[in-house]
Structure formats: C-alpha cells, structure tokens
Nanobody, 115 residues
Framework: QVRVSESGGDLVQPGGSLRLSCAAS????????MGWYRQAPGKERELVGGLYGGRVTKYADSMKDRFAISSGRAKNTVYLQMNSLKTEDTAVYYC?????????WGEGTQVTVSS
C-alpha cells in the first residue's frame, strides 16, 4: 500500500512565496515519476510539472520561471517552490507518484493567494 501526502498549503499575499511538500510512504524501491497538479474552483485539474527520470518538465507558461519542482534525497519526496504568486494561482494542489505503472494521488493542499 502506497500513501501520498501533501503539505504546505496556506494563505499568502500576491507576490509572496510558498513551498509545498509531498511524500510517498509504503513499500516500493523506486518511483517512475512524480508530479504536481492543481485544480482551481470551476476548472479542470491541470499539470503544473513533473519529474521523469530526474528531468523536470513544466507545462504551463503561466508558471514558467515562477515555479520549481525538485525531489528530496530519499527520492520519495517532491517539492514545489512557488514564487511571485498571483491570485490566479489559487487552487488545490495535488501530488502524484507513479510507482510500477500505477498512479497514487494525495488528497491535496489548499493554496490561496489573496490580499
């Protein structure tokens, strides 16, 4: 059984920074991939970026140069550093691990950007 858990969501002012953490626990030797997604109210879930074979891939231009994804030394943790936050970054942020071809999701952490 693999469990994924995110943390670090908070209320932050526009222009501020926040770091989200995600950890996978359970019995596994390695991960195929790990990534961050987000879902804003009334919108579909979108990919923020992911780590595949150690290489970071970002998908949304609106987050380019503001967000950075990294993994921990233990390789079962992934972080999302968010800088210069905007009100439109308000969303529930989800973490996903792909292990042995199966996806495991966390329950999400709320990020609210507001003055």
């Amino acid at each position: 059984q693999v469990r994924v858990s995110e943390s670090g969501g908070d209320l932050v002012q526009p222009g501020g920074s926040l770091r989200l953490s995600c950890a996978a626990s359970g019995t596994f030797l390695s991960t195929d991939a790990m990534g961050w997604y987000r879902q804003a109210p009334g919108k579909e879930r979108e990919l923020v970026g992911g780590l595949y074979g150690g290489r970071v891939t970002k998908y949304a231009d609106s987050m380019k140069d503001r967000f950075a994804i990294s993994s921990g030394r233990a390789k079962n943790t992934v972080y999302l550093q968010m800088n210069s936050l905007k009100t439109e970054d308000t969303a529930v942020y989800y973490c996903k691990f792909r292990i042995r071809g199966r996806d495991y999701w966390g329950e999400g952490t709320q990020v609210t950007v507001s003055s």
